[in-house]
């Protein structure tokens, strides 16, 4: 043991460990993962690489749902994913994903089509390239962003003249209780989804609604909008 002891004591500064796996395979892409210490005698020195190639979206549902994200039942991801991110002695990346051309599945609802977009990582902090979402023929106009610290995130839905009978099986599908009460109308501005640490995501936004009409449950006829400014949180709606 003593002779070990002087050995460990003489061991040069510069000397490192290196790791690295890969998981392939033609239904889940290409995952390498690489590790790297130095220094662990005196001041350890580490960083861990991860790099993805084609990799499958639908995994990363389940990491969303476990890390707090409340999604709707039965909800799907199609596509695939591929970048680098390097954690430099911290648990938080540097780096870039890219998702290519996705879609979003939700039952009862047309397929959501996603553009491709960059998330791109700093530390915690995170954001997305904008990107355009398509419902049918209606389009509408995406930019997330968030925090891995605590996993907070917001990810805001811009439209012009978006139909929203178009939008409305998608409403209820996700569970977005004012935009259920609409059968008709267009909509001008934004719906937001904002998730934070230890509570459920909720729906919020604001804009401009016209030729709409809206029969929340309770109210035994319709009423119809010509035109309305709207601002609603999840407690509580303003019309003016």
Same mark, same amino acid.
């Given at each position: 043991?003593?002779?070990?002891?002087?050995?460990?004591?003489?061991?040069?500064?510069?000397?490192?460990?290196?790791?690295?796996?890969?998981?392939?395979?033609?239904?889940?892409?290409?995952?390498?993962?690489?590790?790297?210490?130095?220094?662990?005698?005196?001041?350890?020195?580490?960083?861990?690489?991860?790099?993805?190639?084609?990799?499958?979206?639908?995994?990363?549902?389940?990491?969303?749902?476990?890390?707090?994200? @409340? *999604?709707? =039942?039965?909800? %799907? /991801?199609?596509?695939?994913?591929?970048? #680098?991110?390097?954690? +430099? !002695?911290?648990?938080?990346?540097?780096?870039?994903?890219?998702?290519?051309?996705?879609?979003?599945?939700?039952?009862?609802?047309?397929?959501?089509?996603?553009?491709?977009?960059?998330?791109?990582?700093?530390?915690?902090?995170?954001?997305?390239?904008?990107?355009?979402?398509?419902?049918?023929?209606?389009?509408?106009?995406?930019?997330?962003?968030?925090?891995?610290?605590?996993?907070?995130?917001?990810?805001?839905?811009?439209?012009?003249?978006?139909?929203?009978? @178009? *939008?409305? =099986?998608?409403? %209820? /599908?996700?569970?977005?209780?004012?935009? #259920?009460?609409?059968? +008709? !109308?267009?909509?001008?501005?934004?719906?937001?989804?904002?998730?934070?640490?230890?509570?459920?995501?909720?729906?919020?936004?604001?804009?401009?609604?016209?030729?709409?009409?809206?029969?929340?449950?309770?109210?035994?006829?319709?009423?119809?909008?010509?035109?309305?400014?709207?601002?609603?949180?999840?407690?509580?709606?303003?019309?003016?």
């Amino acid at each position: 043991m003593e002779d070990l002891y002087k050995v460990l004591l003489g061991m040069e500064e510069n000397t490192a460990l290196e790791l690295a796996a890969r998981l392939s395979g033609p239904a889940r892409g290409s995952t390498q993962v690489s590790f790297a210490l130095r220094n662990y005698l005196s001041v350890p020195q580490w960083k861990a690489v991860v790099e993805m190639d084609q990799v499958p979206l639908s995994p990363f549902l389940h990491l969303a749902e476990h890390l707090g994200a @409340s *999604l709707p =039942p039965k909800m %799907e /991801a199609r596509g695939t994913l591929g970048g #680098r991110l390097v954690f +430099a !002695g911290s648990r938080w990346p540097q780096g870039v994903i890219s998702v290519g051309e996705s879609q979003v599945l939700l039952a009862g609802a047309p397929p959501i089509e996603v553009e491709p977009l960059d998330a791109i990582f700093n530390g915690p902090v995170f954001e997305t390239s904008p990107s355009q979402v398509r419902i049918g023929k209606e389009t509408m106009q995406l930019a997330v962003s968030g925090s891995l610290d605590g996993f907070r995130f917001q990810s805001r839905f811009s439209a012009r003249a978006l139909r929203l009978d @178009s *939008l409305r =099986p998608v409403a %209820e /599908a996700a569970r977005i209780q004012w935009l #259920r009460w609409l059968a +008709a !109308g267009q909509w001008d501005g934004q719906l937001i989804y904002r998730k934070e640490p230890a509570a459920p995501g909720a729906w919020s936004g604001s804009g401009t609604l016209s030729k709409a009409v809206w029969q929340p449950e309770g109210l035994e006829s319709p009423v119809r909008i010509a035109q309305a400014r709207v601002r609603w949180e999840p407690d509580g709606l303003l019309l003016d």
